[in-house]
């Protein structure tokens, strides 16, 4: 036994991502697991227990490489995992509902000859650096094998399942000669066109459509359903920077000559490369970036390739990134190969120590404190200043200008009114969060949406202009005048487009595209009114599909196009069947009431404590 474990252990990386998904798609027992108890949601009429569910997801999360998981990182696999499941019960069902099986010998049959392609780079089923399926044959039978064997049953009885019911499902596909002389045409018929567009919001200026207290208040009063909003948080927030100093520049770039001169010394370059870059990928290979074409890097590092004499190292060149130890080792006019070493700009030294325990006191005096006036405390002890977010809707990250903020969207959802987060780390700042309040979902008070109304009502006002300027702009093409001259005239923007096909259109709206298709040469529309703005075209020329052609290639045009129906029909099957599932999601409520029971055992905790 132990030596069969042996054995299997150098399969296990390769195979450990397999088995995974195979526990997340097939292997649950749902006869024990949609029970009415513990669950997080409801699938056709069927629970989604609990227990699964947190298994499954904590399967997933072991599989993220090692690596820290944010408080996003955690939503993205738990809704991954979710997902999971509800393909699974859905697809369960049909399988169940058109009588599909699998049989023994059709599951032998597929693992013994197609094997999974998790094992494809695995050394012991290699010969000359290729795959052996006769040595993955042999080590089926070998005692190493059979403890992947019900997992490999489980992954196979699922695609082969899959399988049957997409064959079922396209199996009367057909497409007629014109079918396909329809396909051909959209991908080869071309035209080009002149656009004139009336754009409201661009073309119609704010000082042209005032808007009264009066007219905002009536809007809101008479469509309070376009303003509904999701649960909403409003926070505060301090932010400790970890921008670099002139100090920190000096370093690195005093670490950079000094990994020049060892190379100079004799050092391999591609040693060095390995334990020096903080370019990761590249340094793997030690420094090696391969060829590439001028215009692809940062302008300072391209001056320096593409002058500099072939093998030389450079001195430190400074980008964005940071320092750069360069080396091209050919060069053709504008492709280079080379390899280069990265000095990032980062904190060190005394300033690094200065950062550090400016952190441990931002962590000490506020993270995770239920008293709202810690943020307060800390800012004064550390002279920082507290900001306002703008108000973060569920679902949405936590913005600050340019900068968006990881996990703070989550948290704050989860968090009580006054909370303080956890420090969260990006690479410019350390940042910590107040929640101040929670709008729950629905219409809010005018007053805090007055602006958002008025923009409202401002665009709706744009819309009425902008359809006066187009009446006008068909007004003097019917007169005669051509479309070019008239929107110019007018100050509208226009421009030739094209020549483009059905399938490759650089417009923005089907309508556009079906006249511009739908026109013969010359032929001016009439005014497009889109959810975009409201354009007039014009066809200037067009290329129709070469019938001669299609002939010629109908042979191989047919198994082409038919592969890619059968694939849209498949996916529209399973978008179908996904719409008209029952999915009653209830992980949300269940985590509430989680962190409620948290959060009023804590509380109860304290009060103890008080009275003690």
Do not use: C
Request: no cysteine; glycine share 6%; aromatic share 8%.
């Amino acid at each position: 036994m132990m030596r069969a474990f042996r054995n299997s252990v150098k399969y296990a990386a390769p195979l450990f991502a397999l088995l995974m998904l195979v526990f997340l798609v097939t292997s649950v027992d749902w006869n024990t697991f949609f029970s009415g108890n513990q669950s997080v949601g409801e699938i056709n009429g069927r629970e989604i227990d609990a227990r699964a569910y947190e298994n499954a997801v904590q399967q997933a999360m072991s599989q993220q490489q090692g690596r820290a998981l944010g408080l996003e990182d955690v939503a993205r696999v738990r809704d991954e995992v979710w997902q999971q499941f509800v393909e699974s019960e859905i697809l369960r069902a049909e399988y169940e509902r058109r009588g599909l099986t699998v049989s023994t010998e059709e599951l032998a049959e597929a693992i013994k000859n197609v094997p999974p392609q998790e094992l494809a780079d695995v050394p012991e089923f290699q010969t000359n650096g290729k795959f052996d399926l006769a040595k993955y044959q042999r080590w089926l039978q070998s005692t190493a094998a059979q403890p992947y064997l019900p997992a490999f049953e489980a992954r196979y009885r699922e695609e082969i399942l899959r399988s049957k019911l997409l064959r079922q499902v396209t199996a009367d596909l057909y497409l007629s000669d014109a079918a396909l002389w329809r396909r051909f045409r959209d991908e080869n018929e071309r035209v080009k066109i002149r656009l004139a567009a009336i754009v409201p919001r661009t073309v119609v200026p704010d000082s042209a459509v005032p808007v009264s207290a009066q007219e905002i208040e009536a809007y809101y009063k008479a469509h309070p359903e376009e303003f509904e909003r999701p649960r909403t948080a409003y926070l505060s927030y301090v932010a400790l920077s970890r921008l670099p100093d002139a100090s920190d520049t000096a370093a690195a770039l005093a670490r950079a000559n000094q990994i020049r001169q060892e190379i100079l010394g004799g050092a391999p370059f591609a040693e060095v490369a390995r334990r020096e870059s903080a370019d990761t990928v590249s340094a793997k290979e030690g420094g090696d970036l391969g060829e590439w074409t001028r215009g692809s890097f940062d302008p300072a590092f391209e001056e320096w390739a593409f002058k500099a004499p072939v093998n030389a190292i450079s001195p430190p060149v400074l980008t964005s990134f940071g320092y750069h130890i360069i080396q091209v080792t050919s060069r053709q006019g504008d492709k280079a190969k080379g390899r280069h070493i990265l000095i990032p700009i980062e904190p060190a030294g005394e300033h690094r120590d200065r950062l550090d325990a400016r952190a441990d006191s931002l962590e000490e005096l506020a993270a995770e404190r239920l008293d709202p006036a810690a943020l307060d405390t800390v800012a004064r002890a550390l002279n920082l200043r507290i900001g306002k977010s703008n108000p973060v809707q569920e679902g949405t990250r936590v913005q600050l200008g340019a900068i968006v903020v990881p996990d703070a969207g989550v948290w704050a959802f989860r968090a009580q009114e006054g909370e303080i987060s956890p420090i969260i780390e990006t690479e410019y700042a350390y940042y910590l969060f107040r929640l101040d309040s929670l709008q729950p979902k629905g219409v809010p008070p005018l007053a805090q949406i007055r602006d958002a109304v008025a923009h409202t009502v401002r665009e709706q006002k744009k819309w009425e202009k902008a359809r006066e300027l187009a009446a006008q702009l068909k007004k003097r093409v019917a007169e005669g005048t051509p479309l070019a001259r008239a929107a110019d005239a007018m100050g509208l923007p226009n421009r030739e487009l094209g020549p483009f096909t059905r399938i490759s259109p650089p417009l923005p709206n089907p309508m556009l595209v079906g006249a511009a298709f739908g026109l013969e040469p010359g032929a001016v529309s009439d005014v497009l009114d889109t959810k975009d703005g409201l354009y007039m075209l014009q066809v200037l020329e067009r290329t129709k599909a070469d019938s001669a052609e299609f002939v010629k290639k109908l042979d191989e045009l047919r198994p082409q196009a038919v592969r890619l129906a059968r694939q849209d029909r498949a996916r529209n099957y399973l978008t179908a069947l996904r719409d008209a599932a029952r999915i009653e999601d209830r992980r949300v409520m269940r985590t509430e009431a989680q962190l409620q029971a948290e959060a009023d055992a804590q509380a109860e905790a304290q009060r103890a404590l008080g009275g003690s």
